[in-house]
């Protein structure tokens, strides 16, 4: 699970939201300082940005990068910090900016919140270095007794919540050497290069460190951990409060855990610090010493101020792992020994876990955290419990504090029935891990227990014993669903146009025309760059284009929305199909709207495209295929010729040799990220040009991404990321199949008539954990109904199966069919990760015409190319 995205779920029930949009009269909206809520001092403007308020005075001349201070504060010293920096500021005519709510500086320093970005509470931006200097003494002196969170990515003043840090003061933007656009500041020639934020304080080359800082910069570097007696091995896992170790006791050669924790950092809902809840979990382990399922205390000690726990190391994996390794519906056919098999070692663990928290219940602690990930499962076949932060004492008063989504209890729910709710769903979610699914709708658990006992022979009675603690509901008054006979899922995925229609109408019902930012709720990418909720991945580009494909009813309105935001585009949105203008711009010419889609056009060309990636998502092969496209409607050689030249762009990324490579030393694959799509590029020009050269270059770049793939269960044949394996249409083998299957269009290849058949077969399995199109369920039924390859797999029978398997996730939203996003936690309608991209893939299949993804036509639709051949870029 990507713990990033729990942040976006308070601002709405059902959809992803900026946590800045929480409604007015809830306790988050109306915790706002008293500060953020007084008129604008005379001479001075206010702006307010997302979580930021900011203060500056009307004739301040800002430089556009330098030094700035940074003020961290915890919940109850905030008000008072923020209240004399104000002062502070205002006296002297200097900008800053603060987070205006108490609620969103607790979502700030939160468990999972972004660890380069933690404790920034107040921000000062001085005039130049002589007033930074000055600025920065009398502040660190102001506050000197406040407590609060360390910023990482700055320098501390001695023990004051000041830090500083260089960069920019303004939003400026380049792309970084993998293609990722990126803050930016800018280097002595005036060039744009990264402004490094991250979790490690760092100062670009060219810059000094003034003098004054310099006793702060050696102090830093003397906090070490040599003299601990424990050598760190590994990092098992990071959060906003700290570190998870693996380390070996210098002094007997054990192995143990240290657990870190920040102070200040790392809140939970009940606003418990990192340090308090390591403190609460070595208090649990000790009272639960003894027991085999739960590891023991080696010591405690605190390094500078960071805390430490060290744990007895216990051999194994975690819960979770056991899905991808030996759960039998990731294969195609697993027949009915294969899942009694299964279901008997599931109903096994399930045991042994209810055992254990029998066991933890019987020492008077409530574990509090139970789900698939803190469960361990040992070499011998036993289980322990892990990570006892959210425990406390059964007599204790309080609700739940830290929870996975997919295991977080009702609010009413406290003491052991919080262990007991968790136990129930891990019941349904060692069949079928779809539970984070019961934040939205606790109904969900019904409907889930219903597909589990279609395929696994699981004993009726433990699935309803589990249906009924999720719903609340007794032998007495059953759930609502096995009363009235109804069915959860509005209409089948497969009941075409039915489904159609109902997805429609969850797409206009879900529509928001009166914000500036979206108009339909997607992936929390939407507030990731400017723009996002615009653009063809993730916001109305995207939701308009497969409403249009499909034949679905349109809204002139929610054109017209995305006219009036493409006006004026927002400052500093990305150049790509998926991610920015490029796609924005080919999905308005698509829609009808060519004298907009050339003037987005114009101010694409006006970006040098040199620093982007080669891939479709945001680099030059979306542009290239962008450019090209338009230059066939609309005859202009000028987007011919820089459709060609980005052609060349992405000709230069094919090499092996090529600095295409992800943190890890791995190269991106398929067909968003990888050579595919720049492959997808040179076939289309291929087609338009007939130059052969073109084709050799796409068949160059397809091996590069095979390259990058492997054999897994069955023979299937997918994207090797170091720690999993991909078959998505996104990231995965899918997508690159799908390119396979137009190159073999135009010239045999043996290699890839051999890989097509091996993808065919990561397209096969009977469940993926989410329903998305890119990473999905869906972009299976796109493939398999579009894939020109033959034999076991394909067919008819092959995508039925896949649209049934979609209905596992489906959800209602307002009475019409729809779909959860990434993480599941929240509905989505984008095309990328939502119902719009289900929409699209079941119309690829079931509509009156083929529908498909741009540059990806049915093969019914393909273009032949011209007789030409010439030299190619």
């Not at 605190?302 to 805390?307: E, L, R, S, W, Y």
Request: hydrophobic share 40%; proline share 7%.
């Amino acid at each position: 699970m990507n713990k990033g995205y729990a942040v976006y779920c308070d601002a709405d029930p059902f959809f992803y939201d900026a946590p800045h949009r929480t409604a007015p009269g809830t306790h988050a909206a109306d915790s706002r300082y008293a500060a953020a809520l007084l008129p604008v001092p005379t001479g001075w403007q206010r702006g307010e940005s997302g979580d930021w308020l900011a203060l500056r005075p009307l004739d301040a001349a800002l430089p556009p990068q330098g030094w700035k201070i940074h003020v961290s504060a915890c919940l109850d010293n905030a008000e008072s910090v923020l209240e004399r920096v104000r002062e502070h500021c205002l006296e002297r005519g200097v900008a800053f900016k603060f987070v205006p709510s108490r609620y969103l500086l607790h979502q700030r320093n939160a468990k999972y919140a972004d660890r380069a970005g933690s404790g920034k509470f107040i921000t000062v931006y001085p005039a130049d270095e002589r007033q930074f200097e000055r600025l920065a003494g009398d502040l660190a002196e102001l506050l000197a007794a406040e407590p609060g969170p360390r910023i990482l990515s700055d320098l501390r003043l001695g023990d004051s919540p000041v830090h500083v840090r260089y960069g920019s003061f303004t939003r400026r933007n380049c792309y970084d050497d993998n293609g990722e656009l990126r803050p930016a500041v800018a280097n002595p020639e005036g060039v744009l290069v990264p402004d490094l934020r991250g979790p490690v304080f760092q100062v670009p080359d060219w810059v000094t460190v003034p003098e004054f800082l310099r006793p702060h910069v050696d102090a830093r570097a003397t906090v070490t951990l040599a003299d601990i007696p424990y050598t760190v091995e590994s990092a098992l896992h990071f959060s906003n409060g700290g570190g998870v170790y693996r380390a070996r006791d210098t002094r007997t050669g054990e192995l143990v855990v240290l657990k870190e924790a920040r102070p200040h950092a790392g809140l939970a809902a009940d606003g418990a610090d990192a340090v308090t809840r390591l403190h609460r979990e070595r208090r649990a382990l000790e009272s639960l010493s003894g027991l085999s399922c739960t590891p023991e205390v080696r010591a405690g000690f605190t390094v500078a101020d960071h805390h430490f726990l060290a744990l007895e190391y216990l051999d194994g994996k975690p819960l979770n792992t056991f899905f991808a390794r030996r759960h039998p519906l990731i294969e195609a056919d697993p027949g009915r020994r294969r899942l009694a098999e299964y279901t008997e070692w599931a109903l096994g663990i399930h045991a042994r876990v209810e055992q254990a928290v029998a066991d933890v219940h019987a020492r008077g602690v409530v574990f509090n955290d139970l789900h698939l990930f803190n469960i361990m499962v040992r070499d011998n076949g036993r289980v322990a419990l892990l990570d006892f932060e959210a425990a406390h004492h059964v007599d204790e008063p309080g609700r739940q504090t830290v929870a996975h989504p997919g295991f977080v209890a009702p609010p009413g729910r406290q003491g052991t029935a919080v262990d007991r709710y968790a136990l129930a769903c891990l019941r349904l979610a060692l069949f079928l891990p779809l539970t984070s699914l019961l934040a939205l709708d606790r109904r969900k658990a019904e409907h889930l227990a219903d597909v589990v006992s279609r395929h696994f022979p699981v004993p009726r009675a433990f699935l309803d014993a589990a249906v009924d603690e999720i719903t609340g509901a007794t032998a007495a008054r059953p759930t609502a669903a096995r009363r009235s006979g109804q069915r959860f899922v509005p209409v089948e995925p497969g009941d075409w146009p039915t489904s159609r229609e109902s997805m429609t109408a969850a797409i206009h019902a879900s529509a928001t025309p009166t914000r500036e930012d979206r108009l339909f709720p997607g992936d929390v990418a939407q507030f990731a760059t400017a723009g996002g909720g615009l653009s063809f991945g993730y916001g109305a580009a995207g939701v308009l284009y497969a409403l249009a494909e499909s034949c679905a009813e349109r809204a002139e309105g929610e054109e017209q929305w995305l006219l009036d935001r493409t006006k004026e585009p927002p400052s500093g949105m990305p150049l790509g199909f998926h991610d920015g203008l490029a796609g924005t711009a080919w999905t308005l010419d698509y829609l009808g709207h060519r004298d907009r889609a050339l003037d987005l056009t114009g101010l694409l060309l006006d970006h040098p495209l040199e620093d982007l990636a080669a891939d479709l998502h945001s680099g030059t092969a979306g542009v290239g295929l962008t450019l090209d496209s338009l230059a066939a409607s609309t005859g202009e050689t000028a987007l011919r010729t820089a459709a060609l030249r980005c052609a060349e762009l992405s000709a230069r990324s094919i090499p092996d040799d090529a600095p295409d490579l992800r943190p890890g030393g791995r190269r991106r694959a398929g067909l968003l990220y990888g050579a595919t799509g720049s492959a997808l590029l040179f076939l289309r020009l291929y087609e338009r040009t007939g130059d052969t050269a073109l084709l050799d270059l796409a068949r160059t770049a397809l091996r590069r991404d095979l390259s990058c793939c492997v054999r897994g269960a069955g023979g299937a044949l997918q994207v090797d990321e170091g720690w999993r394996t991909m078959p998505y249409l996104g990231a995965g083998s899918v997508g690159i199949g799908m390119v396979l299957d137009d190159y073999l269009a135009h010239r045999a290849d043996e290699q890839f008539e051999q890989a097509r058949t091996e993808i065919v077969r990561a397209a096969q399995a009977m469940f993926y954990a989410q329903p998305g199109l890119y990473r999905g369920v869906a972009g299976m039924v796109l493939y398999l109904g579009r894939t020109t390859a033959t034999g076991p797999g394909t067919g008819p029978q092959a995508v039925r199966r896949q649209i049934d398997a979609l209905a596992w996730h489906a959800m209602s939203y307002r009475g019409r069919l729809a779909f959860p996003g990434e993480q599941m936690m929240r509905l989505s309608m984008d095309l990328s990760t939502g119902t719009a991209g289900c929409l699209l893939a079941l119309a690829s299949v079931r509509g009156d015409r083929p529908a498909g993804l741009p540059f990806l036509a049915s093969p019914r639709q393909r273009p032949r190319p011209t007789s030409r051949s010439r030299q190619g870029p």
